[in-house]
DNA sequence: TAATACTCGGATAGATATTGTCCGAATCAA
DNA sequence: TTGATTCGGACAATATCTATCCGAGTATTA
């Protein structure tokens, strides 16, 4: 079970976009993070579709968050780059071979599927725990006080 | 992030096992459980590498759980299957592009890779809280008092 | 007002991991 | 000793993730 790459970088994004004020280009926000210019595109339209962020078209736009990163979780993002799909599927094994259980004794789900549904939910939970401003703070105390101002700027001023 | 779909057949065949005193050919519990006997095959032999089972080959060879089922752990299998991987992998982004961090500012993980894996550890702490024995107990209670009995009997019966 | 340069968005190839299958080596029972 | 039966690792097919490209649309700017 592996996490998609690109939750690291979608994640660093909603960081560096707290600190700037206004519409960021996704080229822009690539080169700060050193990744892929291209796929990155794709990463941040998720976050767009997803209702995160608020993409604005033209030549000076970009994407802005849509609300305070107060009220971004962690688990937002992460969803909204893996996608709705939980992380165990069941597919009635216990319905299944000779000695099948009856359709009318697997009303509920079975306890493995109940084990696995129950870890999926701690672990959303502890990412739900999280917001995108605890991170930006967490940043902000374990680097210089001008850190996070100076990613602002760089965002904010334009190409050479 | 989806977990690999061998994981439930392996569960089940761990509780299957809990019924059956001697060894059981993969192709057996994949007919008991309706699934492809090649797959399984594989399953389980990465549990036996993992020491949960120990095969027997030959004859009336096959495959018996190495531990009592209340020592092997949901995570065991889980674990055994999915591999050592973590779920998430930290690129060190901070480190990378034109504000880079200082080699020396990053000692310590970053705040994100914190947060996955504090998640992560909930996820596993879950999965570590359920035995195979508990499974087992669950299953027995949900059905017929003797439908593991007769799971037992099924997999000791020889091929007609 | 019209041209223009810059932006996102979805459709398109390549790489990687997962799923599924096969046959040979080893083992135990007869 | 024979022989049937088992596991074990090596081999394709498929699905998913990664990476890329070019067209549609919009605010700027002359």
């Known amino acids: 079970m592996r996490l998609s790459g690109g939750v690291e970088s979608a994640l660093h994004c909603c960081v ?14 690539a080169e ?16 767009s579709r997803a ?25 937002d993002v992460v969803e909204a780059i893996e996608g709705p799909r939980p992380t165990f599927v069941c597919t009635e094994i ?18 493995i599927a109940r084990t696995m549904t129950a870890a999926d939910r701690a672990w959303r939970a502890a990412l739900r725990e999280v917001s995108i401003a ?3 703070t967490a940043v902000g105390e374990e680097h210089d006080a001008d850190a996070l101002p100076r990613i602002g ?5 334009p190409l050479p």
């Open 32 to 47: 700060l993070h050193g990744v892929s210019a291209t796929y990155l595109a794709k990463q941040l339209q998720a976050l």
């Open 134 to 136: 605890d991170l930006r």
């Open 94 to 111: 216990r319905q299944r071979g000779p000695l099948a259980a009856s359709p009318d004794a697997c009303t509920t789900p079975c306890v």
């Open 153 to 157: 700027d760089w965002l904010r001023a």
């Open 16 to 29: 560096a976009l707290t600190a700037a004020d206004g519409p960021v280009p996704a080229a822009r926000l």
């Open 51 to 75: 209702g995160l962020m608020h993409s604005v078209q033209g030549k000076s736009g970009g994407y802005v968050l849509t609300r305070p990163p107060a009220e971004i979780t962690v688990l």
